[in-house]
């Protein structure tokens, strides 16, 4: 699917992040904009893609922008254009606009519009993302609700038995809140105290206690714990119990299998093992009858924990074949018949910072029930890598989530992190990523790492990078147990900490090359471009004052930041005076430049 090409690139994993406007009120090439924006809604797709400056895909923009344009006879929106508000940041600004969701029938909805605006020659404004992902859904989810709304009665009458049961055992509690059906039985989320959501993740404090009751009353797990998770999503036949942070398990009849002491518990079945378990600081295994042996049965099990080989040798689904979900029964009427499910995951994966406790928002798919449950998640999948030791105590991995979301604009979303673990396993610290594509993590010097990564960008390729996929780099301190991002002003952000060789310029590149005729822009290349090189070679001098005369040049440059807040001085086009200026590894990196580059040329 063809994209609209944005004038800009932007590694944003090394661009420190630089607010220099709080939300307030449009300027007036702001405000002109929005006015343009208004009027194009009403005209043709093409001349509404002239407004964008996007590595977003045309059908997920032309998706986003139908839902403004009022064309269908049951659902409408109206733009609170009035309320707009923005915020300056990296170099681009962001406006936040209201939009109204009205049906007939049903409750207006009031959900936000994200534009991130890059502004080019004149003060024009063009759209580089559009982020319309909140007003699509709650605009679909309402329209679905209108066009089927007998199908939907239908679905709350089925649904209605197990309403009618969890009212008739809330007489024994102070309410039920979810159920689950497992093998034919339904199983039911009692609950003694208020029941707040938000506290499963910890965002509030917790104010109830958890229980699991048999569809006949009677009581399989009791109301004594702050959560209970979904049937045999890590042992079989069996829920995870969790309380002050300790995980435990009862069978399905009632039984104890392990008490809730373990910080995690790893299914091991191999010789007299069952499970693999931590218990605080110490590690043991759990035998048939589920009996704790302190230490490894083996070396082979031992080898499995310390590297990570548990979290490492397969990826973690959740819902994948819509497994076991547990069905709220305390949200609204939507939530009620669209049936959406929650997991809990497990606390290996939990306590090793890879998913919170409570996954919400997964979807019950039927094949004759598309129309129905048309939003939601059908799948979170986790991919875990473990990547490096940062000393003898402490060690990186890399995890990845790859969510599948029916009913978007787009069909995946993915997110990433890099977590610090020390000796005995215990989450430190986690720092988001762009990406994990051809992931690598080095230690620069004695304090210094850098991780790289490779991708396409949202922003696409441009006349200054014919690169669409340039890996992106990002740099870390280690001190004091903690990883923290070292900040930098610079798109190519390793020229300022490294010492560049061959391996930061070869790679297998693809290219589109604005100045090519259209059907021959694409290809590829070994070799990072001239125009890309230079560019480079640039931003390093104007991080000492070199005036930037090539306006394509400056924009790039604009876009990490730099000219706002005061941050430029721009003073001469003399080479010498900034390269004597420049730090030990900047002249390293302008010599080495300068051999490829030949004499920089003048003007620039």
């Known amino acids: 699917m063809k994209k609209i090409y944005a004038y800009v690139f932007v590694f944003a994993a090394s661009v420190a992040a630089c607010t220099v406007m709080k939300n307030d009120k449009l300027d007036k090439d702001a405000e002109q904009f929005l006015t343009e924006f208004r009027g194009v809604l009403t005209k043709s797709d093409r001349e509404i893609l002239a407004m964008f400056f996007s590595g977003q895909n045309e059908e997920e923009i032309l998706k986003g922008v139908a839902v403004l344009q009022n064309k269908n006879q049951f659902v409408s929106t109206r733009i609170r254009y009035a309320e707009a508000t923005g915020k300056w940041e990296n170099g681009y600004l962001f406006i936040d606009l209201p939009v109204e969701i009205v049906a007939e029938g049903e409750e207006m909805v009031v959900k936000h519009l994200a534009l991130k605006l890059v502004q080019k020659k004149a003060g024009k404004f063009y759209i580089n993302r559009f982020g319309g992902e909140e007003v699509y859904t709650a605009y679909q989810s309402l329209k679905y609700k209108v066009e089927n709304r007998d199908l939907l009665a239908k679905r709350l009458q089925e649904l209605k038995v197990y309403y009618d049961r969890a009212m008739q055992l809330q007489k024994n509690y102070d309410s039920v809140v979810w159920y689950t059906q497992y093998k034919d039985t339904t199983y039911y989320f009692a609950v003694s105290g208020k029941f707040v959501l938000d506290s499963l993740n910890g965002k509030s404090p917790s104010t109830f206690k958890m229980g699991l009751v048999h569809e006949n009353g009677k009581v399989v797990v009791p109301v004594e714990y702050d959560l209970i998770g979904n049937p045999s999503i890590n042992i079989a036949d069996a829920v995870e119990v969790k309380r002050d942070g300790k995980v435990g398990y009862y069978d399905l009849n009632g039984k104890m299998l392990v008490p809730a002491e373990y910080t995690w518990v790893v299914p091991y079945e191999e010789g007299e093992s069952k499970a693999l378990v931590k ?17 490894f049965p083996t070396e082979k099990a031992e080898k499995y924990i310390r590297e990570f080989t548990y979290l490492t040798e397969k990826d973690f689904v959740l819902g994948g074949d819509h497994q076991q979900l547990i069905i709220n029964l305390a949200q609204s009427e939507r939530y009620n018949y669209e049936s959406r499910g929650i997991i809990v995951a497990p606390g290996f994966l939990v306590n090793n910072n890879i998913f919170d406790w409570v996954q919400t928002d997964f979807i019950t798919l039927k094949p004759n029930e598309d129309k129905i449950f048309s939003f939601g998640n059908e799948y979170k999948e986790n991919t875990n890598q473990y990547s490096f030791n940062l000393s003898e105590s402490f060690a990186l991995l890399v995890n990845s989530i790859k969510t599948r979301y029916i009913g978007g604009r787009g069909e995946f979303y993915a997110e990433s992190k890099i977590s610090v673990l020390d000796k005995n396993q215990r989450f430190i610290n986690a720092l988001d990523i762009s990406g994990t ?55 190519f952000g390793f020229t300022k900490y490294v010492k560049m060789d061959s391996s930061y310029i070869t790679g297998n590149f693809k290219t589109y090359d604005f100045t090519l005729p259209e059907n021959q822009r694409e290809g590829t290349s070994t070799m990072l471009s001239k125009e890309t090189l230079e560019y480079m070679r640039i931003e390093i001098l104007a991080s000492y004052g070199y005036l930037i005369t090539n306006e394509v040049y400056l924009e ?17 086009l003399d080479y010498q005076t900034h390269y004597t200026r420049a730090s030990e590894i900047d002249k390293y990196n302008l010599d080495f430049l300068a051999k490829i580059l030949g004499p920089i040329a003048k003007p620039i």
């Open 556 to 572: 790039n440059y604009q876009m990490a930041g730099n000219l706002v807040d005061q941050k430029y001085y721009p003073k001469t």
């Open 279 to 295: 218990k605080d600081t110490v590690f043991g295994w759990l035998d048939a009858s589920y009996q704790f042996h302190e230490n």
């Open 437 to 491: 594509e051809g992931f690598t993590f080095k230690r620069i010097d004695e304090n210094l790492y850098q991780a790289s990564y490779s991708g396409y960008y949202e922003e696409g390729p441009s006349p200054t990078f014919k690169e669409i996929n340039l890996p992106s780099y990002s740099f870390f301190k280690f001190e004091s147990g903690k990883l923290e991002r070292v900040a930098s002003n610079r798109l």
